[in-house]
């Protein structure tokens, strides 16, 4: 057998998962099928020999490509679900698989529910992708973070919040959006500001501070510890940050002269802040979906 035979085995024998990868994170049968027919054609240019796994190497390209799929999705502001669309769904890949059958679209489609794409839909492209690919999947948090350019901590983070949105609970303790909203406001207020004994009660007592690399180069610390140093961190110096949508989060972004430099992803517990992560990465920074909202 040819080594190209070899590689269209190999591909055949992963397409099935791979299409059940992408159905989840896409709630499109038909752009499920296009994601996979990518991956297919990103292995046929690549160099199989340094391929040591073709299935997670497979699993990997699909989940980017479900992503850039998501993200360009909510550009456009567009449905997902073809269950609640009516999308007409045809395929017609030369490498699809024919035991695929209607029933099995169907079983695929009962097998998640819409009861959990309605949920899916709710998350943030990364959160989505974190989700799938760790708690539907098992695919190790290390192989999903440079998937969606993020550090170990913040994918798991990602899919954490994520977990407990599908499972009925809010990401921050019963915080729902405006509380959260009003929460990251008056942070951003009283570090603009200057208002030290609001940033206190805005903090939770063991409240920690961490940046990353980018944001150390900048001036800023690893990691700082406790309300008061962490409140004296912000004390009147944060005056280009403001609130922001980030990956359909609110958080702050601070953006001098509208260039944004840098993202805090604030963990919010008990209706006060319990961890402020500081990302200044451009890489990083490239990968969120950021929207400064009006103070």
């Given at each position: 057998?040819?080594?190209?035979?070899?590689?269209?085995?190999?591909?055949?024998?992963?397409?099935?998962r791979?299409?059940?990868?992408?159905?989840?994170?896409?709630?499109?049968?038909?752009?499920?099928?296009?994601?996979?027919?990518?991956?297919?054609?990103?292995?046929?240019?690549?160099?199989?020999?340094?391929?040591?796994?073709?299935?997670?190497?497979?699993?990997?390209?699909?989940?980017?490509?479900?992503?850039?799929?998501?993200?360009?999705?909510?550009?456009?502001?567009?449905?997902?679900?073809?269950?609640?669309?009516?999308?007409?769904?045809?395929?017609?890949?030369?490498?699809?698989?024919?035991?695929?059958?209607?029933?099995?679209?169907?079983?695929?489609?009962?097998?998640?529910?819409?009861?959990?794409?309605?949920?899916?839909?709710?998350?943030?492209?990364?959160?989505?992708?974190?989700?799938?690919?760790?708690?539907?999947?098992?695919?190790?948090?290390?192989?999903?973070?440079?998937?969606?350019?993020?550090s170990?901590?913040?994918?798991?983070?990602?899919?954490?919040?994520?977990?407990?949105?599908?499972?009925?609970?809010?990401?921050?303790?019963?915080i729902?959006?405006?509380?959260?909203?009003?929460?990251?406001?008056?942070?951003?207020?009283?570090?603009?500001?200057?208002?030290?004994?609001?940033?206190?009660?805005?903090l939770?007592?063991?409240?920690?501070?961490?940046?990353?690399?980018a944001?150390?180069?900048?001036?800023?610390?690893a990691?700082?510890?406790?309300?008061?140093?962490?409140?004296?961190?912000?004390?009147?110096?944060?005056?280009?940050?403001?609130?922001?949508?980030?990956?359909?989060?609110?958080?702050?972004?601070?953006?001098?002269?509208?260039?944004?430099?840098?993202?805090?992803?604030?963990?919010?517990e008990?209706?006060?802040?319990?961890?402020?992560?500081?990302?200044?990465?451009?890489?990083?920074?490239?990968?969120?979906?950021?929207?400064?909202?009006?103070?």
């Open positions: 057998m040819s080594a190209k035979n070899i590689l269209t085995a190999q591909f055949a024998a992963n397409r099935p791979l299409e059940s990868v992408a159905y989840r994170m896409l709630g499109s049968r038909s752009e499920a099928e296009d994601a996979v027919q990518e991956a297919w054609l990103r292995l046929d240019r690549a160099d199989a020999d340094t391929i040591g796994n073709i299935g997670g190497w497979l699993t990997t390209v699909v989940g980017r490509i479900c992503l850039d799929m998501l993200r360009s999705r909510k550009s456009r502001r567009e449905a997902s679900l073809e269950i609640l669309t009516g999308e007409a769904v045809e395929i017609d890949h030369s490498l699809a698989d024919p035991s695929v059958t209607p029933e099995d679209e169907i079983a695929m489609a009962d097998s998640v529910g819409l009861a959990m794409f309605a949920v899916l839909e709710t998350l943030s492209p990364a959160e989505r992708v974190a989700f799938v690919l760790h708690d539907m999947f098992a695919v190790p948090f290390e192989d999903i973070a440079p998937v969606i350019g993020r170990l901590e913040a994918t798991r983070q990602l899919a954490s919040r994520a977990r407990r949105r599908v499972q009925g609970r809010n990401p921050d303790g019963e729902d959006r405006t509380r959260r909203r009003e929460i990251v406001e008056a942070f951003v207020a009283a570090s603009r500001g200057g208002d030290f004994s609001a940033l206190l009660s805005l939770a007592p063991d409240a920690v501070l961490r940046g990353d690399d944001a150390i180069r900048l001036g800023g610390r990691e700082v510890r406790g309300a008061p140093a962490v409140a004296e961190v912000f004390n009147g110096r944060a005056q280009a940050a403001r609130p922001a949508l980030v990956d359909g989060m609110v958080d702050v972004a601070v953006v001098p002269g509208g260039r944004l430099l840098l993202v805090l992803r604030l963990n919010i008990g209706g006060r802040i319990a961890g402020i992560d500081a990302i200044a990465d451009r890489d990083q920074l490239a990968a969120l979906d950021v929207e400064v909202l009006q103070d």
